[in-house]
């Protein structure tokens, strides 16, 4: 017929040979196979005995000819010298038409303003996504989870991609990893980034206290940011043209200390002032500021001053001294601490020639993150010294793939892959202030004193300090693909199974969390520290105002009470540990027919199925267990089953005038994204069940909550929980793409 195809090559650079009888044998040399894409070769036979040879150098593609696919290429030139932060390879797909940053400052990529959660990142055809938050395995706090000393070559798949593509209804990022060769080869490398090269950080800076002016100064400082990242790549031959090994190594040393600073410092770090103007009293028993003859407001500070003094039954002057030594304490608790990261990646892989029809590659990676300090990753962020959270990840996985050559015109490609992924977060050394006013029966509650009429920070100890498993993450998978060039058409056919079972090991703000609308309303509760309000009556009132006020109408409101001066109290109950697994399933079948010399058309159609899991008896039935606040409503017991998620796939690359500089190229899908785990999992535990998951919220206006800072000790006694169900006709995310482009090589 004139065509032909080869599907199962690596990509790499080939020299491709024609023979026929009555024609001289003709060599095409540097044809580049790219991944993802197809490279064309037609050759022109001469008339002439076998024994002649002509060698033709093809170069380098400029345009895709032959797939409609919106789809770039990246090598390993690319991968080693274009400029990228920390060395992430996968952040390269931003050099990609369509492709940008997700604005969340994780490091996410959105493909035409598509979620990042709805993308699929695959590495030598396995599934390279954590299941639980639907990112690339490893998220975005570690390094990086591949090396790209270990990638030969990956592919961003933005648009009418093949119908083999699944679980995805934004973009497909392709990847391949190196293989050794008959000749011992390989490359070291050492990358480092000084912090000393960089500028100043507008928002770095440390604030010290003045007891001569009763202020507060700032000055800028540059904190230390020293990556180190060096490895090495060595493969060859283990059993020359029969079996070949490659081994990757890669280290990832950071040094980068966070700087914490107040929200808003200006407001922070006023201060009330140490002594009233001449004619102005504070009166300590209603907390009411008398103003001079004329004067209709008086500084807020110097009037929440007052309402400390009339709360804790001192003088003005006590009060603000006491105002000023919580600020100088919490000052302490913020400012430059150490945070390190330090990964380390082995990535060995063996390729097997079983005979001239059969290879089998072997793939394993280890990958471990380790972090004190790191879960906030920003330079400069609003948390106390022991509120950054310590970060820690584990990741491996093996992946098989077995490339046979059934016939002349048919392939087949089997996969299967098992990994395991542990992201554990824990809490950092407790400071002296945590210790000296945060700490209740061995509990530390997370303290929020980020309202903008405090402008400050966050203290204590953190929910994210008690994710012992967020998730531990258990997948396998199975495919297997199989190809046939019948005549000018290359048809696929294939399936693919991958199966995630996700255990997580963290309560929802078990420890407490607790917010203020004023500074002043938090230092009266650390002041009341040791003490019962219900009997000293040195708290706040249910309002928990910040002042005395009087109404229009004359009704004058004391700030004074017997209750804590907290906003709000949040407390979550329940057992730490749930467990949840889906199973999707992907069938597809793809023709790429080369209608004419310049026109490929490309036809596909693909079914999705996410299985889900049923909704646990133990926190859908009404029990002795269950909580006095649970009913068990119909809806609790819905499982959706969307069996309904086709996707074709239609598109077509034509070439213009037939000389390879002009190419038109279009389609139309549909595709489909993943109901996350981590969504499917909370649904599960939050049915307002005892049983389950629930956090209660306590507001002086309605339930009294625990004095600050302890934390009730059993189910809580606050609001009802909230309740969660899934709807019977839930649908998986799909999204319809119409595309048209034209390329011209210049």
Known sequence: SGFYKAPLLEPG??????????????????????????????????????????????TAPVLNLESPDFSASLNLRALQEVPINNRRWSSLAMTTPGVVSDGSGFGLVSVRGISPILNNVEIDGADDNQAYYAEERGRTREAYSTTAAAVREFA?????????????????????????????????????RESKWAAYNDFSKITTYSSATNSYVSSYIKPEDLR????????????????????????????????????????????????????ETCNAATGQL??????????????????????QQISYATAVTDWTGQVTALTGDI????????????????????????????????????????????????????????DYVHLQYG???????????????????????LNDESQQPYTSYTNSFLTAGGNVPEVSLTASSIGGFYIGSPYYSYR????????????????????????????????????????????????????????????????????????????????????????????????????????????????IATMDTGIFAQDNWKATPRLTLELGLRWDYEALPAPSPALTTVNSTSGPYFYAYPGLTNK??????????????????????????????????????????NVELNTGSANGQFTSTYKNTTVVGPQFPQIESATGAGAKPSSYFMAPNLRNPLVQEYDLMVQHSL
């Not at 961003?156 to 391949?176: C, K, L």
């Not at 060769?181 to 390989?186: A, D, Q, V």
């Not at 040393?253 to 002032?273: D, E, I, K």
Request: glycine share 12%; charged share 15%; aromatic share 12%.
């Open 640 to 681: 959706p089953s969307d069996k309904m998620n086709f996707g074709p796939r239609i598109g077509f690359s034509y070439d213009v005038t037939g000389k390879g500089q002009t190419v038109v190229r279009g389609g139309y899908g549909m595709y489909y994204g993943r109901v996350t785990n981590g969504t499917l999992l």
């Open 290 to 311: 008398t103003l001079l003859t004329g004067v209709t407001a008086a500084d807020t500070l110097d009037t929440n001053a007052c309402t400390l003094a009339a709360r």
């Open 13 to 58: 650079t080939y020299r491709v040979t024609f023979a026929a009888p009555g024609f001289a044998t003709t060599r095409a040399e540097n044809v580049i196979v790219q991944v993802g894409q197809v490279s064309n070769v037609a050759p022109r036979l001469t008339v002439g005995a076998s024994s002649t040879s002509v060698e033709v150098v093809e």
């Open 399 to 421: 992946v098989a793939k077995l490339t046979s050559l059934i016939s002349a015109n048919i392939g087949n490609e089997l996969l299967f892959q098992y990994s395991r992924e």
């Open 468 to 579: 012992k498993a967020l998730p531990d993450e258990k997948k396998w998978q199975v495919g297997d693909v199989l190809y046939w060039n019948k005549g000018n058409h290359s048809l696929k056919v294939g399936v693919d199974a991958v199966h995630n079972d996700d255990l997580m090991n963290n309560t929802y703000e078990s420890n407490g969390y607790i917010t203020y609308s004023y500074l002043g309303n938090y230092i009266n509760d650390v002041l009341n520290e040791g003490k019962n309000i219900s009997t000293t009556g040195t708290g706040c009132n249910q309002s928990a105002e910040a002042a005395y006020s009087v109404s229009t109408s004359g009704v004058i409101t004391l700030p004074t009470g017997i209750l804590p001066c907290y906003s709000t109290f949040v407390q979550g109950f329940g057992n730490p540990v749930f467990e």
């Open 228 to 279: 180190k990242i060096y490895g090495f790549t060595v493969g060859g031959a283990l059993i020359k043209d029969k079996l070949f090994w490659i081994y990757t190594y890669d280290q990832h040393s950071r040094v980068f200390p966070v700087v914490g600073v107040p929200g808003t410092p200006a407001t922070f770090y006023n201060l009330p002032a140490t002594t009233l103007n001449t004619g």
């Open 335 to 390: 400012g430059q601490v150490g945070r390190t990261g330090f990964q380390e990646i082995n990535n060995p892989k063996l390729d097997y020639q079983i005979n001239s029809k059969e290879h089998l590659s072997l793939l394993y990676h280890r990958l471990n993150w380790d972090s004190p300090g790191g879960v906030q990753t920003a330079s400069t962020d609003s948390y106390a010294r022991d509120t950054q959270g310590n």
């Open 156 to 192: 961003v798949n933005t648009g009418v991609y093949s119908a083999e593509y699944g679980r995805a209804a934004g973009g497909v990022i392709t990847s391949v990893t190196n293989s050794g060769t008959n000749h011992i080869h390989g490359q070291a490398y050492f990358w480092d």
